[in-house]
């Protein structure tokens, strides 16, 4: 071959060279568009889901939102329990809303849902601080006039015996028999008739529930022989939510000193405004009349029932007219039970409300300790 003829070969093989690189070039090209288009459709897709189930679920008008909380109901309030878990159309869930504000539960308010539950709770102020303060304003129960029973507002007065020396016993004060304490330590009365300062909480230990604590403790110990502890612990401070927490911790350490007691009282007041509901006449002298609170989902309370009962039953007989005429309030779990959880005996006492005067809670104190000592030394 000739020296041309072999460059010209060249020159070909140099063309065909070129060729080749140029097609490689535009399919790596080609390549870079796909991937690039690639992605861009899968951000695409991946925008479209987010953005379509918000629009949905703003369409449904807070269908998902009502199933969540439906399924929070189920799950945490004993008062309702829904016949599905699983999402709901619109009719079911209209259904479900007016059933649920039937029994008082706003579905779009959470909030609703804890107060119904959590009795003492007041949902306009969830959280009280008084450790900076002497005084605060509180709403435990709160149990308003339309609550009470008609039969509260009569006030005739009855003429009965306060003490019975037969019921007296030998004291022993190394096994207390009655344990007395506070889970809201600073719920206060009323200093006279003419008291306006409309304070319903001090930490003044004369003017709020320990001063019925301090009577019941001195008359089941002096006349009728009944050992008591009475613990004054303040437990209703800084965070008033946890109270109960604070309580059972107290209540739990003596639990584990004596192991047990014949009456364990979480003494209480309540909050009517009108006074004269929750005020009876005993041998003419004002006393505030008194009653149970009970968390009936508790393990305890089959055997508190008849407890109370038989407290009752004691109370109508020796004074009618001091227990109130609803004598008792249901609730179904409280705040842990309202520790009523811990012991056969335990109760939950309210002694009168806010608007009641100091002398008037102690009287109820004297009358309240003789019903203690029938039904624990009295004959069975």
Not at 116 to 124: F, H, M, R, T
């Amino acid at each position: 071959m000739s020296y041309k003829g072999i460059k010209h070969e060249g020159k070909n093989k140099s063309i065909l060279n070129k060729k080749i690189n140029f097609l490689e070039c535009a399919l790596k090209k080609n390549s870079n568009v796909r991937i690039f288009f690639s992605i861009l459709t899968l951000l695409i897709i991946f925008f479209i889901g987010l953005i379509l189930p918000r629009s949905a679920k703003a369409n449904s008008e807070g269908n998902y939102t009502n199933h969540f909380y439906v399924n929070a109901i189920n799950n945490a309030l004993s008062v309702i329990k829904s016949s599905s878990t699983k999402q709901q159309d619109n009719s079911e869930n209209s259904t479900d809303l007016v059933a649920l504000s039937f029994l008082g539960v706003d579905i779009l308010n959470p909030i609703s849902i804890v107060v119904k539950e959590i009795a003492y709770l007041d949902k306009s102020e969830t959280s009280t601080d008084i450790s900076n303060s002497e005084t605060f304003s509180i709403n435990p129960f709160n149990l308003d006039d339309k609550q009470v029973s008609k039969s509260d507002v009569k006030a005739t007065n009855v003429v009965a015996n306060l003490y019975n020396p037969s019921l007296k016993t030998t004291l022993n004060n190394a096994k207390p028999r009655v344990l007395i304490y506070h889970s809201h330590t600073s719920e206060a009365y009323a200093t006279s008739d003419n008291d306006l300062s409309k304070t319903e909480a001090s930490l003044d230990k004369t003017r709020n529930v320990c001063a019925v604590g301090d009577v019941m403790a001195d008359e089941l110990e002096k006349k009728y022989g009944i050992s008591v502890i009475h613990d004054k612990n303040v437990n209703d401070t800084g965070n008033y939510n946890r109270a109960y927490k604070k309580s059972g911790v107290t209540l739990d350490k003596y639990l584990k000193v004596y192991e047990k007691f014949d009456l364990i009282i979480d003494l209480h007041r309540d909050s009517v405004e009108n006074k004269n509901s929750v005020t009876t006449k005993i041998n003419g002298s004002n006393v505030a009349k008194f009653m149970f609170v009970v968390t009936d989902k508790n393990p305890k309370y089959d055997k508190q029932k008849k407890l109370i009962n038989s407290m009752i039953a004691i109370s109508n007989k020796l004074y009618p007219g001091l227990v109130r005429g609803n004598p008792i309030y249901v609730y179904h779990w409280g705040m842990g039970f309202y520790n009523q959880n811990r012991s056969d005996n335990a109760l939950l006492i309210e002694v009168g409300t806010y608007t009641n005067t100091v002398q008037e809670v102690k009287n109820t104190g004297k009358y309240l300790s003789r019903v203690i000592a029938e039904q624990l030394n009295g004959k069975k």
